[in-house]
Every structure is written in C-alpha cells, then in structure tokens.
C-alpha cells in the first residue's frame, strides 16, 4: 500500500475514498503480481529450489478464507475483544502498528527537547518545570507527574530570577554550574500531589478533571526533570496514570487526542491547525517562547522508531483496536517455546524468552485498504456481532455468493439481525498482515477447507528459518497462534540468522542505497560466492555481518579457484594418460574401496580416511542444525585437497609412476571431488552441478546414466565408511603438516623461496611417538618443504635452541592488574626449566607457577625460540614442535633453484597463453646477459628442464620464420612458445 500510495500521490484516506477501494486495491493486486516475476528471477538465479507453480500468496481467496477460520476459532474461544490503547501508530501508513512491529526499525535521530514551565495556580512565581522530546504533545497536555518517594527542590534561578521546581538529582542537567542557582526547600514528591497548575494553552482549559499533578514510581531518575508531562491519548503511561487518577475515563472521556489519521492538527488546535505533528515541533516551541513558558531548549540525539514498511516516525496515539488476548497465554508461550530445539540457542533462551515473557495482548486491525478483510460484521449499537469463517458461511448468513474476499467485496454484503437490529455491517478494518503471516502452516494447505491430511503430517514443521529480528515478528506470530489453537509450537527447529548490515555497519537501507545490487553481485561473482560468503560469516550464529564485497571475491580466489584447479588437474591428466598411455581412465568406486586395504599410499590412505571422518562430522553437526561449524569444515577440506593431497601427489596423477600407481590416484582424485560436490550441493548449487556434471563424464555408462545420477542435487549426502578411517594416518598428517607450515614460516621469513632446495630440515619435540609419526612421513616433509634432508629430534639443547618468555599483555593484563609492569622482567628472566614446568601444566602434575602471587598460565606469556648466534639454523615453534631450518645453500642447490626458476615460469607462461599439456608445442628460450648464471643452467641443464616440462627447449637462435606459432614473453630470461598449428 505504502508504494501505491508513493506512485499515485495519496495523502490519506479521502484519496483512496474518491478513487474507490476497488481500483485502489487492483493496483495493489497488480503490484504484488510484478514483485511476484521479479522474486521467482532472483530466487531463482541465488540457487533456491522452490516450486512457484504450487505457491500461495496472502491474497489468494483459499488462503484469506483459512485466515478467516483461524481467527473465528479464536473468536470462539474468547481470544478476540475490541479495546482503547495507546499503539504505535505508522504516519506513513495511517495505521496502528503491533508493539512487536514498532521494535523493528529503530533509528539515530536529533530531536528538540524543551524544559517548560507550568505555574502553579495558587503562587503563580513558583512553577514546576517538565522536560520532553515531543513537543507536539504539548497541546494535548492535561496533567503532570512526578515520583512521590523521591526527593525535589525549590531553587531559585538566579539568571532569570524566577522559582523552579524539579526533581534533586536532575537539577545538574539544567544548570551545569552551581552557582547559578540557590536551593530554597526540598521535599518528596508526594507533597506535590494534587497541586493545580496553569495550562500551557487555552485549546482544553475547560477539562475540570485536569491540570494538576499526580504520583506514579514510573517517573525515573536518570532523564528529564523528575517532572512529566502527561498527554494520555499520546503515551502509553501517561493514559495509564491518568486513566488510574480519573483525569480520564474510558466510558465518558475527555477525550483529548486533536489529530487526524494522516498525523495533522485538527481545528481543535487552532494555532497549529493542518501541520504535521513532527514539523509542528518549531512551531510549538515558538509559541511557548513568546509566552515566556520556555526555560531551556537542546537538541536531543537518541534511538527512535519509525514504520518498518514506510520508514516513516512512529508517534504513540490511543487508537480503537481489535485485540488477541496475549497477556494470559505467557506461561504457554514459554513452554511451547521450550519444547522447540533453536540455534543458535541464546536466542530462544534469552532474546525469545525475554519477549515472551513481556508479551502483550496483540492489537491485529489496521485502518486499511488492501489485505485479508475482518470477517466482523456488527450492528450499529454495537451490541450484535457476527463472526463469519468462511465464504460458505457468508453465503448462508447473508444470501451472498462470492469468489474473492477482497474489502471491495465484503464491505457491500450486510447480515440480517437474528435480534432484530436492522442489517449488520462489516468493520471497516483488515488484518494486520503479521496475523496472516502466523497463520501460514495452516492456510498454505487451505486447511481445514482441504489438505487436512497434509496438515495433520506437516504439523508442526520440521524446520525453518529466518532473521533474528523476526523473535518479535514471525516466530512470535507463530506461536501465538498456534498455541492458542493447538497448545503446541509450530515448528521442532529453527536456525536464526544474524543481520547483514552495510559495510560500515549501518542497518542496509533503499533509500540510503548504502549495499550493492545483488544481482550485480551474482553477474560479477555468481551466486555461489555471495551464498558461501554469507553461511561461513556470522550471520549463521544470529550475529550481524557487515557486508564488504571484497569477502564474496575472497571466496572465488580462495575456495572456488583451486577446488576447480583441482578438476581442470583431474581432467587433463585422465587426457594425458589417453595420449601417452592409450588408457581410457573409468572411475570404479567399488574398486576403490576394495583396494584401499592394500594401497601402500600415505597420502591416498590419508585423505580417504580424513573424507570418512568428514562424513561423520557433517552428519552429526547438519542433525543439530549448525551451519557454522559445517561449511568452514567443508572449506578446510578443500584447503586439505588441493593444498596438501594434490601438491603431493601431482607426480602419480601425471603418469610419471607406473600405470597402476596413476589409475589409483585418479580413481581417488575423483573419489573426492565426487564427494566434495555432493557436501557442497546445498551450499554451492550451482558449482557443485557443473563440476559433477564433469566428473560424469568419468563413470561407468550403465551407473551415469540413471535417473538418479542425472544431476548432484539427486544424490543423498554420502554415508561413511568406517573401515576406511585410519586415525593413525590423519594425526600423523596432522603433525606433518603442522612441522611443514612451520617449516614455510621460516622461509617466508627468510626470504627464500619454495622453488629453491634447502640442505636441512630439523624437527625437535620432546614426545617420541609424535615424532615417529612426522618419521612415517618423511618423504612428504621434505617434498613438501623442498629440503635435502629431514632430521628427528628429543634433544632441543643439543642445537643450541633457547627459550625466552614474553607477556602476553591481553590476557596477563586482566588477572595481574597493576603487577603487570613488575610481573614483565620476571617472566623474561624466566629460566628454560621454568618455561618447561609452564608449558607442561596440564600434561602432567607439576605446581602451579605463581609470580609475585600471580598464578602464571602458558596463555599468559608468549615462548620465543632462537637460535645461537653464528649458526646456519632459523628457528620457530609451535604446538610442541621445535623447527630449525638450514637456510643455506650449496652450488647445486642453487642450480636446482635456477631449474626450478625456468620451469615455473614457463608452466606459468603456458597457463597465461591457455595452454594445455596436449599441446604440441616448443619453448624457446634467451637470456642475457649469455654469461648471467641462469643462463649457464639453461644451458647445462637442457636435458633436466626438457624431462620436466616435457617439451623441447632449445635456444631462441634456433626459431624459423617459416613456423606457424604463438608467441609468449617473459622478463629478464625471455621465453618464445611455438603452439604448432597442425597438432588441432
């Protein structure tokens, strides 16, 4: 309504009145058809599987028709009743709001707040003075409250020389010095009661109820005056208070509430007759200016809420409403709520539960146009109502047949009195639209009209989800509704989503524009990347992210690039293995199963064993519904594929072992990308589809070709296979590639590259089984870290290895306090013994370390490892490993780095020209200077360089014209690659 409204220029409800309701809601049904199209194209472009040709839609007849049935046996069982109250109240929308539904948007905003005085009638020279941040309320002022049990005082300004009266501890706010005012005689609150003021304005002077002060405990200490402003029909307390004191009545008013349903000062309020209540606020002050009623005015910067659909402020007026009894049902709530499983599950127990047990009765009318109609119908006395729940029961009741029951419709149809009261009239409001969505398990099925088998087994569902703020608007819908129908929660489990906020933390706003497109996201990036982005951040956790693109372009080069590299590896090796070999590669998963008992494979016994446990773990953690400690799992399994299980082992997929060994390691290669596609499909629909679509190619016709294999999203997530783990395998690559990442970390910091072989590797840790497990590996640490030799050690001492402890200041901090500065030098005066009994608290029985009567912890210090001076070790630590790396280099070590150098280069040059390995191509060669010393390894080492790229490499001196070729450069050597036309 708010967009139709924004489009056709309506300023409240004489527009629509002379457009007439019909063509104002076939507007809306035509732009709820529109949004319809474009949701079904973005739904379906970010990969969710949904069948719009079997949806409902709120407006749909059958599904506004259960909404009605719902609410008449809420009706019947005496939920349902008309009341007065003070609501949120949208000046947008021109409608009360849910309480839930003003928590839902709340903003950062400046508003004036004025101190005003209110003489007292019987000594006009002392005044009370209020505080408010409204001042549009004032005109509708009709008494004053203050806190009878604390303390006030009557001061004496002495700038404008006049008496003052407001609360003790708020007197600093208004006077910032001192010496600006005298204390003349302080009082509690309750010796003001009953005191009669003189109005702000004439408008209702005549109220013989009002204009005095009354006592409630509601007036707090920590804002304002102490003194408040009571406008009844514009606060929820205030209509309280007043209401309590007698200054109104329900039956006999007065009622004091001067502005139409589009916010504006009526006649009532002469001055201000026609403005906006927020714009009138200058006007006002004004006012009360020139009346010398103004002691101080400020801007106030504090959270206010506006309309979640307009964005508009929300004002608190008393509205007539339709209301479910809410407040009686909270016990219920609770233990309903109690019965579901939530994750994250402080939300349930703390944010959800706290709501529930604060509930209130829940205002479902709204003064409006397009929506489910009321299905009241009343007589003019009001005294007969008539609840209709369906359309065959209208029918019954009034003679009427109707196919829709749009407002259109119904508000012509009258019932006849069974009273005798004439013809009963619909109400003219509609249902919240909150109340339609908590009805949705039901009327999605048109239940009870139909699908009541179908209900019956899908109630209560098994699982949904949503955002976190929606613990006050659909999961709270929800469970109302279905436990005052049902008695039980609508749903077993729920997965809460955080927030995603713009980049700098902002809720994200169309009008502020402050987010990207995401379909622009999704033609940049695809959908996959913002998808997995979104489920490894903290939105899974019901925390908010704040959104930053460079995160979605972090997923494709992180995750999505070498998991595909590692196909592309898969595919042009199983080519290759067709030319050189004549061997037509067939995945065999049965093979593969069967020959992992004898597969002599570290690294195949490994990763197999490590998928299985996989398995298991996204079992058990998908059965509890957290996401959060599944994907990142997933995403560390591809970091484990194609860093680790691919880099070793790219020799065996390549054909450079025996036949046999290469069909193995393919057959597990693909193996694991068959099984990380499946464990992706849900997350990454669309990647996952197209490499398994690939990895088809591979399998046997017969199995490849049957209804289920015919796409990824067919397949059941893979069971595990426990005679294949091989925990014994997984923690010593565990410690393996622990030693191996150290290893790169004293080469970063060493500035060598990996590509250059380094003589010596030693490995210390003072347990012998963990270092027989990083022995049964060897091979891999020394390929892996491109080292000569591999050395095993208990003996830290026996390579002049020392420890110094440093303080971790963030977590010493906290528990030593002001020792800190003290605590500093003993802990790096600490000798290696001590250091040793810290680290090894918890491993066995040694004391505590106390310093200075400060128990020490190992997270308390930092442990720095160091070599002795004039050695040719670096060294680094970390997990209980002790890695000293020799950084230094003989003449053939740095000729096999040279080697290294060239053929990269060339691999990478081949990769930039879109090469691949079945290319027939020849790589020319020429450096300068010719006497430069990879020129003389260019040279001498033709033979080696050719038996790894596996293709000629001859001087560029040696290049005709008379070749047909492409042509590639690179830097200081420079590389000429002939791709030979008559080879495609």
């Not at 739904?43 to 599987?49: F, K, S, Y």
């Not at 019987?122 to 009709?142: C, G, Q, R, Y």
């Not at 957290?626 to 054909?655: A, S």
């Amino acid at each position: 309504e708010y967009e139709i409204d924004k489009t056709l220029d309506i300023k409240g409800p004489d527009d629509v009145a002379k457009m007439g309701i019909a063509t104002y809601n076939n507007h809306c049904r035509q732009i709820v058809m529109r949004y319809a199209h474009e949701w079904e194209d973005i739904v379906d472009r970010m990969g969710r599987w949904i069948d719009f040709r079997r949806d409902y839609k709120t407006m749909y007849p059958w599904f506004m028709e259960s909404v009605w049935f719902i609410f008449k046996q809420l009706y019947e069982k005496g939920f349902v009743y008309r009341g007065f109250k003070v609501m949120p109240y949208s000046m947008g929308c021109c409608t009360p709001l849910s309480n839930f539904e003003a928590g839902q948007n709340y903003r950062d905003v400046d508003d004036p707040a004025v101190w005003v005085s209110f003489p007292l009638v019987d000594d006009p020279t002392v005044k009370l003075v209020a505080w408010t941040t409204t001042p549009w309320t004032l005109p509708s002022n009709l008494a004053l409250c203050v806190n009878p049990n604390s303390t006030y005082v009557k001061i004496l300004d002495k700038t404008k020389h006049e008496v003052f009266i407001l609360m003790e501890k708020r007197v600093s706010e208004l006077y910032k010095k001192p010496d600006s005012y005298q204390v003349l005689e302080s009082f509690k609150g309750s010796h003001l009661n009953g005191m009669h003021y003189t109005p702000l304005f004439p408008y209702f002077a005549h109220v013989k109820t009002a204009f005095h002060v009354l006592c409630d405990d509601y007036v707090t200490e920590d804002s304002g005056t102490g003194v408040v402003h009571q406008a009844p029909y514009f606060g929820e307390d205030d209509y309280r208070v007043c209401l309590a004191h007698g200054v109104i009545n329900k039956d006999t008013g007065p009622v004091v509430c001067p502005i139409d349903a589009q916010c504006r000062f009526t006649d009532e309020v002469k001055d201000f007759q026609g403005q906006d209540v927020k714009h009138a606020d200058k006007a006002i002050i004004k006012y009360l200016k020139e009346a010398k009623r103004l002691v101080h005015q400020s801007v106030m910067k504090h959270s206010y809420p506006f309309c979640w659909r307009s964005d508009t402020p929300l004002i608190y007026r008393a509205v007539p409403s339709w209301f479910i009894r809410v407040e009686g049902m909270v016990d219920r709530l609770l233990a309903n709520n109690s019965k579901a499983y939530w994750v994250p599950d402080f939300v349930k127990e703390k944010r959800f539960a706290n709501w529930l047990r604060d509930a209130r009765d829940w205002a479902i009318s709204r003064n409006r146009y397009w929506g489910n109609p009321m299905p009241l119908w009343i007589s003019d006395d009001g005294q007969e109502i008539v609840c209709v729940g369906s359309i065959e029961e209208l029918k019954q009741l009034s003679g009427v047949s109707v196919d829709d029951i749009h407002r259109e419709v119904v508000d012509e149809i009258t019932i006849p009195s069974r009273l005798g009261k004439g013809l009963l009239r619909r109400i003219p409001e509609v249902f919240d639209c909150w109340f339609e969505s908590g009805s949705m398990p039901y009327a999605q099925v048109h239940y009870p009209f139909d699908g009541r088998r179908t209900f019956m087994d899908t109630f209560p569902a098994d699982f949904i989800a949503e955002g976190i703020d929606q613990t006050r608007g659909w999961f709270y819908t929800l469970l109302v509704i279905s436990t005052a129908l049902f008695d039980q929660p609508p749903f077993k489990n729920l997965i809460v989503n955080g927030i995603v906020l713009a980049s700098n933390g902002e809720k994200m706003s169309k009008r502020k524009k402050n987010y990207p497109d995401p379909t622009k996201i999704f033609d940049e990036y695809g959908a996959d990347a913002l998808r997995l982005y979104l489920i490894t951040s903290p939105v899974v956790r019901g925390e908010s992210l704040k959104f930053k693109e460079e995160g979605v372009r972090d997923i494709l080069k992180d995750v999505f690039l070498p998991w595909y590299n590692a196909l592309r590896l898969l595919i042009q090796s199983c080519d290759q293995l067709k030319i050189d070999r004549k061997v037509n590669f067939i995945y065999d998963e049965k093979r593969l199963y069967a020959s992992m008992s004898s597969n002599t494979n570290v690294m195949d016994t490994w990763i197999v064993s490590y998928t299985q446990t996989l398995l298991d773990f996204v079992k058990q953690e998908m059965d509890a519904y957290r996401l959060y400690t599944v994907v990142p799992r997933l995403v560390k399994y591809i970091d484990m594929l194609t860093n680790w299980y691919v880099k070793l082992n790219k020799k065996r997929f390549k054909g450079e072992t025996i036949l046999e060994d290469c069909l193995v390691s393919l057959n597990v290669l693909c193996y694991i990308l068959l099984t990380m596609a499946k464990l992706m499909a849900p997350f990454t629909p669309f990647l996952a589809e197209y490499m398994y679509q690939i990895l088809r190619k591979l399998m046997p016709q017969s199995s490849s070709s049957s209804e289920q294999e015919l796409s990824v999203h067919f397949q059941m997530i893979p069971k595990s296979h426990h005679s294949l783990v091989n925990k014994d395998i997984e923690r010593a690559v565990a410690a393996v590639q622990t030693v191996i990442g150290l290893g790169r970390v004293v080469r970063e910091r060493k500035v060598v590259p990996m590509k250059y072989p380094l003589p010596e590797f030693v490995v210390i840790h003072k347990d012998p089984s963990v270092l027989k497990d990083v022995e049964s590996l060897e091979d891999f640490v020394r390929e892996g870290l491109n080292v000569r030799k591999v050395t095993l050690s208990q003996d830290r001492e026996l390579y002049g290895v020392e420890m110094r402890a440093e303080p971790n200041y963030p977590t010493l901090g906290k528990k030593a306090g002001a020792k800190v500065k003290s605590l500093t030098q003993q802990i790096r005066d600490m000798s290696d013994a001590d250091i040793e009994k810290l680290l090894s608290k918890g491993q066995d029985e040694s004391p505590l370390t106390i310093i200075d009567e400060v128990p020490i912890e190992s997270e308390d210090v930092h442990i720095v490892y160091r070599v002795a001076k004039q050695t040719r070790f670096e060294a680094t630590a970390e997990q209980g490993f002790v890695v000293l790396l020799d950084y230094t280099a003989d003449a053939a070590l740095k000729d096999e780095g040279l080697i290294h150098e060239i053929t990269s280069r060339v691999q990478k040059l081949r990769k930039e020209a879109k090469l691949i390995p079945t290319d027939d191509i020849t790589i020319y060669y020429s450096v300068e200077p010719p006497t430069s010393e990879i020129a003389r390894v260019a040279s001498e080492q033709r033979d080696e360089i050719e038996a790894i790229l596996k293709k000629p490499f001859v001087p560029l001196s040696n290049l005709t014209n008379k070749e047909n070729s492409n042509m590639v450069k690179d830097g200081e050597i420079d590389f000429v690659i002939t791709l030979h036309t008559e080879s495609k």
